[in-house]
């Protein structure tokens, strides 16, 4: 039953090597205490991401929450994961933004992303996972995934980073000590950590000095870090509604969503890096928990698709599988949905916060140059990522030089004009010179030589059989045959 958990053995943490499954539960206060980890873990990009793009945090995280519930129905509670603000959309939003658009037209591209990625779902979910993959293969994905990231770059550079360079310097800094020398739960939570640090620098910045904020006009004038003008003005209880942040403008609360076809294609690339987040974050669980879940990775897409297009139809965010929660599950091994549960009914609650929301938009710009700096770079990396972990051959031309034009093009913010009226730029336009180039010259590819009389041929960005292997020791190994479809564990290895 989805909503029957047994209890753990007498309900105390699990001992060393053993785990407490989805069904299971620990005692109520052990629970709960999970469940505020889980809030803790999403919080810091959860509300990031809302804010770069020109949305109200606090119904975010409400939305979140809201998500999260709804993905746990649709999965059955067999994939235990939470549902934050997904960063592959930021780019694309700015890109929005650049081109006129507004909270509406943001909302409504995202909301049809949602329902696109819903449908996969749905196809992944009856004809197997095969179709995607053959559309979309390691090689592709990953491209797409980096260009959208790395888009980012002069959004962290050129925004941010300038409102106060030694700030956002000292924040950067912090966040990558954090994740890389903070132990368990503090690396997991870097983002947020770096977020309260980078608060407390600019407070203490602000006795000693002030920093200059310059119109459109060029009209500058000095002015504290921080500004809570409009915390003072925020109640403690009530709806989300539109924040004027002092550092980013207005943050748009709830509204209905418009939809423009210009701005509805730039965010479909955004549904590849999706696509591969949660097919990833399925396998993590899999492997945590020992529990085969392919069956159940339709119905994740499905979830996450419908997650973010409730959140966009009311104004909110678009939602993803957050690897900081499983992250927080691998520390623990406590795999409980009902932990997920409480950490969504917590995030519904702070969502009636204003105040709370207030805070967090003050965020002075510098402190979010400082995060943006690492978190655009990160998104960017998964896409090598996935390239290193499905053993993707650049020696092959076909892997390498359609995709090499087509991140130029999504970095470098491509412009592609059909008519005076209508352009894609840069994710749509690098996106589109991946997916037509790799399939349209993929079909007359010469097989590679050297790697096919080594034993190894390499098709769709997958490793294939052609025989066996003589190592330099003189060890034959014979390998397994793959079709480019199997997973990465399941790639072909010694046999």
């Known amino acids: 039953m989805a909503f029957s958990w047994k209890l753990y053995g007498d309900g105390k943490t699990p001992p060393l090597g053993e785990a407490v499954a989805p069904d299971e539960r620990l005692s109520w206060p052990r629970t709960i205490g999970i469940g505020a980890q889980h809030v803790v873990a999403m919080f810091g990009a959860t509300f990031v991401f ?46 929005i933004r650049a081109q006129g658009g507004d909270s509406a037209d943001v909302t409504g591209a995202i909301l049809i992303a949602g329902l696109i990625l819903a449908a996969v779902g749905v196809i992944v979910h009856f004809g197997g996972s095969h179709y995607v993959r053959a559309v979309l293969p390691p090689a592709v994905t990953g491209a797409v995934v980096m260009l959208i990231g790395f888009n980012l770059a002069s959004v962290a550079t050129t925004i941010y980073f300038p409102n106060d360079q030694w700030i956002a310097l000292l924040t950067t800094a912090f966040l990558i000590g954090m994740a890389v020398l903070g132990r368990g739960f503090l690396s997991r939570i870097a983002v947020f950590l770096a977020l309260v640090f980078g608060y407390l620098i600019s407070w203490i910045a602000d006795s000693f000095s002030t920093v200059q904020q310059c119109s459109a006009a060029g009209k500058c004038v000095a002015v504290n870090r921080i500004d809570w003008s409009q915390v003072a003005h925020a109640p403690w209880l009530g709806v989300p509604k539109t924040i004027i942040s002092p550092t980013f403008g207005p943050l748009t609360g709830p509204h209905l969503p418009a939809f423009k076809l210009t701005f509805i294609l730039l965010v479909i690339p955004s549904v590849i890096a999706l696509l591969a987040e949660n097919s990833g974050h399925v396998k993590a669980v899999s492997e945590m928990t020992g529990d085969d879940l392919d069956p159940y990775l339709g119905r994740a897409f499905i979830g996450d698709g419908v997650g973010t297009a409730l959140a966009s139809l009311v104004g909110g965010s678009p939602t993803t599988t957050y690897a900081e929660n499983i992250g927080v599950m691998a520390a623990t091994r406590i795999y409980s949905t009902l932990a997920y549960y409480i950490a969504a009914i917590v995030a519904i609650l702070f969502g009636f916060c204003p105040k709370f929301g207030a805070i967090v938009a003050a965020t002075p710009g510098g402190v979010l140059g400082g995060i943006t700096l690492v978190l655009y770079g990160m998104i960017g990396l998964l896409g090598a990522k996935i390239w290193i972990e499905n053993r993707v051959n650049f020696a092959d031309p076909v892997n390498l030089v359609p995709l090499a034009a087509g991140i130029i093009a999504g970095i470098g913010n491509l412009a592609i004009k059909f008519t005076s009226t209508f352009s894609i730029t840069g994710i749509a336009a690098g996106t589109l010179i991946v997916l037509i180039g790799y399939h349209a010259v993929r079909p007359f590819a010469k097989p590679l030589g050297e790697p096919q009389a080594a034993g190894r041929a390499y098709e769709g960005g997958a490793m294939i059989s052609t025989g066996n292997v003589e190592t330099p020791e003189g060890e034959v190994l014979t390998q397994r045959e793959d079709d480019g479809t199997s997973p990465p564990d399941q790639r072909p290895g010694p046999a």
Do not use: D, E, H, R
Not at 59 to 73: N, P, R
């Open 50 to 95: 809302p804010i770069v793009m020109g949305l109200n945090p606090n119904l975010a995280i409400m939305m979140s929450g809201v998500a999260t519930i709804i993905f746990l129905l649709i999965v059955n509670g067999k994939v235990p994961s939470y549902l934050g603000t997904s960063a592959s959309f930021v780019a694309a939003v700015a890109a």
